[in-house]
């Protein structure tokens, strides 16, 4: 079954606008995890919050995550053209915490107009 | 230090015929994942293989699909009799400490 589902979608906005994608799960998890997929290509690790944090930083990325509505935010603040590509959350459930195993959700696909 | 290596990147089969992808992880990692992706979708997971060893291969298909992660050499994942619902993009990764995961840029299988 789907762990994650991202929203929206999709997503458009102009270069210098803030982007916001949400992620919601389903079970209980170690942490959680969001990638940037560029079309045609494998996924790039963006940044990881553990289940016991709410907020994590790095650079013009912001995380939030709420285990108890179990979502999650992903902020790019002054987007650029560069960032356009598709964003996947992926949590790794409790269950599954000793195989490394992620569950991805659909993702959101970001066009930043320049 | 070379990232994730998939190939072929992209390869055609013919229905029935057999595909084997490879994929040499990152150096120093221990931990392979395999995914499949198809179109506007997210990633769906196959199997996760140590050195040697099959540990999780709950989303492998019961038939046609293996996996293998020798002790020397590539992880190979094998499609056996393909059929055209195969067609997908297949991605592998790797992990140090099986947090943080490191991808390949994915094989395209294209079965006519």
């Known amino acids: 079954s789907q762990q994650g589902e991202e929203d929206p979608q999709a997503l458009s906005i102009q270069e210098g606008e803030n982007a916001t994608m949400n992620c919601s799960y389903k079970?209980?998890?170690?942490?959680l995890q969001w990638y940037r997929q560029n079309s045609g290509r494998g996924l790039v690790h963006l940044i990881l919050?553990?289940?016991?944090?709410r907020e994590k930083h790095s650079g013009r990325l912001r995380v939030t995550l709420d285990t108890s509505k179990k979502s999650s935010s992903l902020l790019i603040t002054a987007s650029r053209a560069a960032d356009t590509a598709s964003y996947f959350c992926a949590t790794r459930p409790s269950s599954s915490s000793n195989t490394g195993k992620l569950i991805f959700g659909q993702g959101t696909t970001l066009q930043v107009k320049p | 230090n070379a990232g994730v290596m998939q190939n072929p990147r992209h390869l055609v089969r013919r229905r029935g015929q057999e595909a084997r992808l490879r994929c040499s992880p990152m150096?120093?990692?221990?931990?392979v994942y395999w995914y499949r992706q198809l179109p506007e979708e997210g990633l769906k997971f196959m199997v996760y293989l140590q050195k040697e060893n099959i540990i999780d291969e709950s989303g492998m298909p019961k038939e046609r699909f293996s996996a293998e992660f020798p002790k020397e050499g590539p992880s190979i994942l094998r499609i056996q009799q393909v059929v055209r619902g195969d067609s997908a993009a297949y991605f592998c990764?790797?992990?140090?400490?099986?947090?943080?995961?490191?991808f390949g840029s994915g094989t395209q299988l294209s079965v006519l």
């Open positions: 990764a790797s992990s140090e400490d099986i947090e943080k995961l490191f």
């Open positions: 919050i553990r289940s016991n944090e």
């Open positions: 150096k120093g990692h221990s931990h």
């Open positions: 079970t209980s998890i170690n942490n």
